[in-house]
């Protein structure tokens, strides 16, 4: 039985998708609303729905952002042709991603537009064209996550705070630099002798509570927090 060819969408009504990263602030989502309200007049067509994902990467999976999903099932629901992106690469940082939610839309009988006017066109020039932002895209975000990485390793170097404060650290009056804390490494050093005679962690755990010593949270030792104590940097220290 031959497949049945989805319906197409109405040119005219459009489902808007707006995404930003925690890392990326050039184009908030009241700027990218703002481009997309003006694609819309500009071609006469109606927003019909809107979906986003705040805080999340353009790298992310697509079953990772769930407005996305919503977006493209909202072409279904609402017989929009049109999703719409204020730039390609607020769709995906991502090649593939990108091909793959081309062809979702089109499944429901939609295209993709961007309101900045990237790759427009059916013809092969316009569809190399797409494929190229997508790859750029690609390749920034992998820029951005190298510059990030390096800056973290250079805080690390100099002993600044990168995230949540280690177990065996805290957090130095000027609250920048982190600094040995002497009972949370007495703590460690406990726990790696108590180890090392071959104690299992559950034994460990009641023997750290038995001499007073408390998870940072309180209450009891649970295997894991004490396998991450174990695990903790500075187990050596006295």
Not at 68 to 88: E, F
Not at 90 to 100: H, I, N, P, Q, S
Request: charged fraction near 25%; charge should be positive; include cysteine.
């Amino acid at each position: 039985m031959a497949k049945r060819a989805a319906a197409k969408g109405d040119g005219k009504r459009a489902v808007v998708y707006v995404r930003v990263s925690t890392e990326e602030q050039a184009l908030g989502p009241e700027a990218q609303r703002a481009a997309a309200a003006r694609w819309c007049e500009a071609h006469g067509v109606a927003i019909v729905a809107e979906h986003a994902d705040l805080g999340t990467s353009g790298g992310a999976p697509l079953d990772k952002c769930p407005g996305l999903l919503a977006a493209l099932d909202s072409l279904a629901a609402t017989g929009a042709g049109v999703l719409l992106v204020a730039k390609r690469d607020r769709l995906a940082r991502d090649v593939m991603k990108a091909a793959m939610v081309e062809a979702a839309a089109a499944r429901n009988g939609a295209t993709v537009a961007s309101a900045a006017g990237e790759g427009e066109g059916d013809d092969p020039a316009s569809a190399l064209m797409r494929r190229m932002v997508d790859a750029f895209a690609e390749y920034e975000r992998a820029i951005i996550r190298a510059r990030t990485k390096a800056a973290l390793a250079v805080k690390r170097g100099r002993g600044e705070r990168t995230g949540g404060v280690p177990y065996g650290k805290k957090l130095a009056a000027d609250g920048i630099h982190l600094e040995n804390d002497p009972a949370e490494q007495a703590t460690i050093a406990t726990a790696h002798g108590l180890r090392a005679a071959g104690l299992s962690l559950r034994f460990i755990g009641a023997e750290l509570a038995r001499r007073g010593m408390r998870p940072r949270c309180g209450g009891a030792w649970h295997p894991e927090q004490v396998a991450h104590v174990l695990r903790a940097a500075g187990g050596a220290a006295a």
